[in-house]
Structures are given as C-alpha cells and as structure tokens.
C-alpha cells in the first residue's frame, strides 16, 4: 500500500465560477499532493445580468455539522482551513467541532467580502470570525479590509497600519497573521506582512497589473493550509504560499467580462516545477 497521503479540510462556500470557494481549495490540495476533503457552508451565486452582483445561501449550521461529522470520521486531518462562513450559528458549530475533535494547524481565511462587493457578508460575523475562529487560528489571512475590521483600525493604508492590525489580530489568538496587502494596498508591489508575534517578514511581488486575482486569498490560504499539513513551518508554508498564489494570478484568465481568475495549476504548469 502506498503511504497515506497528508489529509487536508476546506471548511467554505462555493463559487459556481471555480476560481474561489472550495473549488479554489480542493483544486490547491491536489497541486500540493494532500487529499483534500470539504464541508459546504455557502453557496455564492453571481448573476451576469445585473453585473455579478453576488448572491448568498446559507448551508444550516446542523447541515455544516452533519458534514463536519463527516469529515471527522475518516484518519487524522493534518490541516485545514475557513473561507466564507455565511451567520454566527454556522461560525459557531465550526469553532465547537475544532475544539471538540482537537483540530490543529487551522488556517482562517475571514472572508468577509469578496473583491470588487461592497455590501459585508452578515456585520455580526466580524465579531464571531474575531471571538470564536481567529483565537483558534494558526494563522489567519486577513485582507486588508478584513484587517481593518478583526483588528478594529478601520480603513488601513499604509505599512504601518498594516503592522499595526497584525499586533491586535496576533493579540485576539492567532499564533501567526498574514495581513495582505495585495492590489488594495496603494503602489507598485503586492505586499504581504508575516507577523509571529515578536517579528515581521514582508512578503513583496511586482503587482500583477492584469485584474486575474479572483480566488488569490482562498488559493493563498489554502495553499498555507497544505504546507502545515505536509510538516512546513508557518513560516516557510507562507512563503512557498506566495510564490503559488503569484504565478495562478500570473496564469490566470479572464473567466468573462465582469471578472478575472486565477489558474490555480499555473505554479506547476507555467514554471513546469513539482510542488
Ligand atoms: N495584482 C496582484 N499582483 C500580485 N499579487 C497579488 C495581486 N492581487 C493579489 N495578490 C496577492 O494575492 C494574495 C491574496 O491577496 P488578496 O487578493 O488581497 O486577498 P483576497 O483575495 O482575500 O482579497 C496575496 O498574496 C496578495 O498579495
Ligand atoms: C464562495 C466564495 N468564497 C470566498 C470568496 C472570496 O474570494 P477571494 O479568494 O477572491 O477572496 C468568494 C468570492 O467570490 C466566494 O464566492
Ligand atoms: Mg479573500
């Protein structure tokens, strides 16, 4: 029998167009060689006739946790991760399952807006993501909204604000914050800022000037998540996440006129490296 491959769960929503939700995750375990498993929380639906504007159904929260059960009763989960999580029961249940099975290496994507929305997925879930998950965290992967929110700063636009949100997100209980700067930080890079409580690592890229990121937090944080489970440290699971998430937005295409996506095997078929 060959060994048992490293066992990884995305706990998300999916997006029907394939570039982020569960289909970003599972699409970024394979290319990492972990088996990737899932539990629904969301369903996102875009509507191309009135310009993409999202729609949102819940999962019920005994539906996550019948899927949880699930997903808990095969061999041991080596990592997993959050994505879009839809009300506080659904948060709830998650952060109930986590303790209660003593799962370890979680990485918490908060999303809580998908790029180019402006209305918030539920405002109270701000404050579960930052109470229940993000005390949980092995790392957490903030963009820069999401890290003006959890860290209670508002609008961040510097840096320096960005150091100063990762202080007060690794002070709610992450071991680790990833606060991404991305396309929203204004100037020419794509900067990430790595916190471990003591020290900060900047993560710097040329921005990518094609609109093709649709899915890079979810493809990011996933890509994370399989590191921690094949053994990385934090650390060295981040970086080897960056280069990943840089060449699928590099590879990635215009899925039509409203958005852009990320082809999550461009690391391996653009660069022909094994990951
Ligand atoms: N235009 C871009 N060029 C290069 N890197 C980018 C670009 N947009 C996003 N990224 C990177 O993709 C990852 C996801 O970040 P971001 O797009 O800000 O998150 P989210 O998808 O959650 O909003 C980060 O590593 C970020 O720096
Ligand atoms: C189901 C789902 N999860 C997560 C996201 C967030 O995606 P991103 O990786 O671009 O932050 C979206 C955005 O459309 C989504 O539909
Ligand atoms: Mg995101």
Same mark, same amino acid.
């Given at each position: 029998?060959?060994? &048992? %491959?490293?066992?990884?769960?995305?706990? *998300?929503?999916? $997006?029907?167009?394939?570039?982020?939700?569960?289909?970003? /995750?599972?699409?970024?375990?394979?290319?990492?060689?972990?088996?990737?498993?899932?539990?629904?929380?969301?369903?996102?639906?875009?509507?191309?006739?009135?310009?993409?504007?999202?729609?949102?159904?819940?999962? $019920?929260? &005994?539906?996550?946790?019948? =899927?949880?059960?699930?997903?808990?009763?095969?061999?041991?989960? /080596?990592?997993?991760?959050?994505?879009?999580?839809?009300?506080?029961?659904?948060?709830?249940?998650?952060?109930?399952?986590?303790?209660?099975?003593?799962?370890?290496?979680?990485?918490? $994507? %908060?999303?809580?807006?998908?790029?180019? @929305?402006?209305?918030?997925?539920?405002?109270?879930?701000?404050?579960?993501?930052?109470?229940?998950?993000? %005390?949980?965290?092995?790392?957490?992967? %903030?963009?820069?909204? @999401?890290?003006? &929110?959890?860290?209670?700063?508002?609008?961040?636009?510097?840096?320096? $604000?960005?150091?100063?949100?990762?202080?007060?997100?690794? =002070?709610?209980?992450?071991?680790?914050?990833?606060?991404?700067?991305?396309?929203?930080?204004?100037?020419?890079?794509?900067?990430?800022?790595?916190?471990?409580?003591? /020290?900060?690592?900047?993560?710097?890229?040329?921005?990518?000037?094609?609109?093709?990121?649709?899915?890079?937090?979810?493809?990011?944080?996933?890509?994370?998540?399989?590191?921690?489970? &094949?053994?990385?440290?934090?650390? @060295?699971?981040?970086?080897?996440?960056?280069?990943?998430?840089? *060449?699928?937005?590099?590879?990635?295409?215009?899925?039509? =006129?409203?958005?852009?996506?990320?082809?999550?095997?461009?690391?391996?078929?653009? =660069?022909?490296?094994?990951?």
């Amino acid at each position: 029998m060959l060994t &048992q %491959p490293k066992i990884t769960l995305t706990i *998300a929503g999916n $997006d029907a167009s394939g570039g982020a939700g569960i289909g970003a /995750d599972l699409k970024t375990f394979a290319e990492f060689g972990t088996y990737g498993i899932a539990a629904l929380t969301v369903i996102a639906t875009m509507d191309p006739n009135n310009n993409w504007s999202h729609g949102v159904t819940p999962i $019920d929260a &005994q539906i996550v946790k019948d =899927q949880l059960v699930t997903a808990t009763a095969g061999p041991k989960i /080596d990592a997993l991760k959050t994505g879009m999580l839809p009300n506080v029961p659904v948060i709830e249940v998650i952060a109930e399952t986590i303790k209660e099975k003593n799962l370890t290496n979680l990485v918490v $994507d %908060p999303v809580m807006v998908c790029k180019g @929305e402006t209305e918030v997925l539920n405002p109270e879930n701000a404050e579960a993501l930052r109470d229940l998950l993000v %005390p949980l965290a092995t790392i957490t992967t %903030p963009n820069l909204f @999401e890290a003006g &929110q959890l860290s209670g700063l508002g609008t961040l636009k510097t840096l320096d $604000d960005m150091k100063e949100a990762a202080k007060l997100i690794q =002070q709610k209980g992450a071991k680790y914050v990833v606060v991404k700067g991305g396309k929203a930080l204004e100037g020419d890079k794509a900067i990430d800022l790595f916190y471990n409580g003591s /020290d900060f690592t900047i993560l710097e890229v040329d921005k990518i000037e094609s609109a093709t990121n649709h899915g890079a937090g979810c493809t990011f944080a996933a890509a994370i998540t399989s590191g921690l489970a &094949q053994g990385l440290e934090p650390k @060295e699971a981040v970086l080897k996440a960056k280069d990943f998430v840089t *060449a699928a937005i590099k590879s990635g295409f215009e899925y039509n =006129q409203f958005v852009g996506s990320v082809f999550h095997s461009g690391y391996r078929l653009e =660069q022909n490296k094994g990951i």
